[in-house]
């Protein structure tokens, strides 16, 4: 069984993160006894366990599940997507590394997806290739950059150039919509981050984008889709008075 949804948060220093951006760097405090806690800035964002830093933890988790290989990418929170681009590009290097490193203390069972600076069109291309020249097995990115669904052109272009280099793409929700309405029992991943990937995954369909793209594109939305599988409009009458409806189709 291969689980190709994995995330890694490596250990990296407050000093580190500081560096990138004092108020939104994020870093790893590591507790003891195989606890942690992500941190933004100085602000605690989520407790987490030793398979997230921690190869040797994370294969006896694959053991016991019965995993034979796992494809592992960052956590959302490293993308940086609000930050200079330069600054993540050289984030987006390290973090890679890291994340090359942390796989191959098991090669045959992690494998490692990339992050890019997304906001930056440019230096996105660069690191993706950049990164599979170096061992990643693809790249994830995140479904908008601010106000800019994946029908923006310039994330189109992003998508075009993985797919003529032969760099598969995992789309991953986050930064989710909402707002004071979601502040509580986890309603931005239970509700606003499904939304989110069918956002992600209408904005390419009804701009016409999938069509203009090549076909050897090699692109997953990660959580099963998100809710478009699950809503019979995406898929019936209403998606279709929505096509001729969009700009770019017949």
């Given amino acids: 069984m291969i689980d190709m949804h994995a995330h890694i948060f490596p250990t990296i220093s407050r000093e580190q993160a500081y560096a990138l951006d004092p108020e939104q760097g994020p870093w790893l405090r590591v507790d003891g006894g195989g606890k942690g806690m992500m941190m933004r800035g100085e602000q605690e964002f989520r407790p987490v366990h030793a398979p997230l830093w921690d190869a040797d933890a994370r294969l006896a988790d694959l053991d016991r599940d019965g995993v034979d290989v796992q494809i592992v990418s960052a956590t959302p929170l490293m993308f940086g997507y609000a930050l200079d681009a330069q600054k993540v590009a050289d984030w987006a290097e390290r973090m890679n590394d890291l994340t090359l490193e942390h796989c191959q203390k098991h090669p045959q069972r992690l494998k490692a997806l990339a992050q890019v600076p997304l906001q930056n069109t440019e230096l996105a291309c660069r690191v993706a290739s950049s990164a599979k020249a170096s061992g990643h097995v693809g790249v994830q990115i995140g479904n908008h950059v601010g106000d800019r669904d994946l029908d ?11 797919a003529v280099n032969d760099i598969p793409v995992l789309v991953h929700p986050w930064d989710m919509m909402g707002g004071a309405r979601m ?16 956002l ?14 090549p076909r050897s594109l090699k692109i997953c939305f990660a959580h099963g889709g998100g809710a478009f599988a699950f809503n019979p409009g995406a898929r019936g009458q209403r998606l279709e008075a929505a096509r001729h409806c969009a700009q770019g189709l017949p």
């Fill in 183 to 198: 502040k509580q029992w986890m309603l931005p991943w239970l509700v606003a981050m499904p939304a989110e990937t069918s």
């Fill in 152 to 162: 923006d052109e310039q994330l189109v272009e992003f998508l075009h150039h993985c």
């Fill in 200 to 213: 992600g995954i209408l904005s390419l369909i009804l701009s016409g984008a999938f069509e203009r793209l």
